[in-house]
């Protein structure tokens, strides 16, 4: 069966290649992002719809829930990213440590609560939610992790309040994947090779990494998997 796929942040990195493995499979595919330019070229690029959308910003993602369709299959929630290596220097006064915070807390979080909330009507039965985290959830981090921590918690009650429905709701967390434009430009050699060093296969992940995480999750196969976080890492955080 055909699906109908919703890919928030699907300009470039992981998103962009999420969106290109359901187009693959003949799926219509909607993608959204903030920068309406490079949207609208990789939507071009990959045969696949855009509608510009800052998932932070309630009216926006209201507007793109009112210009979707009926239905949706599959929601993914993707935007996000650190914003701490957006801004230049450190926040020093306590407005700018507490409005550092908030960014990370709106990009990783309620981005996706809104969006969620926006579209869950839309969702048919058989139908999925994938999150996605990140391994900073589990080690040491600022408020990227925490923010991402908080996403995998809110991933539980999710999964919970549309069983019923008869949807799942996963999580996944990557760990370093490479060929995307999260880290700004800022990841040194000695970085890689230390996230890279990290991992049992050696190696960095790639964005079809974990669009084929999603492809799977999103299967009739994995239809009793729900509430759950994956690590997709190459090891470089294990669970028991
Ligand atoms: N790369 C990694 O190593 C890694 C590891 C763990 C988790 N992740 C997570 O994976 C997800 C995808 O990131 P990526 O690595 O593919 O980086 P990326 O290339 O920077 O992709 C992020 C995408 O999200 C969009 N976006 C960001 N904020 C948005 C918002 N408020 N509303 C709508 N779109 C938004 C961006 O487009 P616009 O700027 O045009 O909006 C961009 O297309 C993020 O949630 C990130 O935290 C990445």
Redesign the pocket.
């Known amino acids: 069966m055909k699906r109908i796929v919703l890919v ?8 962009k290649a999420v969106a290109a493995r359901f187009r693959a499979d003949g799926d219509t595919v909607i993608i ?4 309406a330019e ?2 609208a070229a990789t939507a071009a690029e990959i045969d696949v719809r855009s509608i510009a ?4 910003d309630p009216g926006q993602v209201a507007d793109l829930a009112a210009e979707l369709g009926e239905h949706l299959d599959v929601l993914v929630n ?5 914003t701490d290596l957006q801004r230049p220097g450190e926040p020093e006064s306590l407005e700018e440590v507490m409005a550092a915070w908030r960014e990370n807390l709106d ?2 979080l309620l ?1 996706a609560v809104a969006t969620t909330t926006a579209v869950l009507d839309k969702l048919r039965p058989g139908g999925t939610i994938v999150n ?1 985290g ?3 959830a589990e080690y040491a981090s600022t408020s990227y992790g925490a923010a991402k921590a908080a996403l995998a918690a809110w991933n539980a009650g999710l999964s919970a309040q549309v069983g019923p429905k008869g949807l799942t709701a996963n999580l996944i967390a ?4 490479e060929e ?3 880290f700004h430009g800022q990841l040194g050699e000695q970085k890689r090779t230390a996230l890279i060093g990290a991992t049992h296969n050696g190696r960095a992940g790639r ?1 079809g990494d974990i669009a084929e995480t999603v492809h799977f999750l999103a299967s009739e196969g994995a239809g009793h998997i729900t509430g759950q976080t994956l690590h997709v890492n190459g090891g470089a955080y294990t669970t028991r």
């Open positions: 928030t942040g699907g300009s470039t990195g992981i998103g959204t992002g903030r920068n490079r949207l959308c800052d998932a932070t993707m935007a996000g990213g650190n990009a990783n981005s996605i990140s391994i900073g990557p760990g370093y994947i995307t434009e999260f964005p």
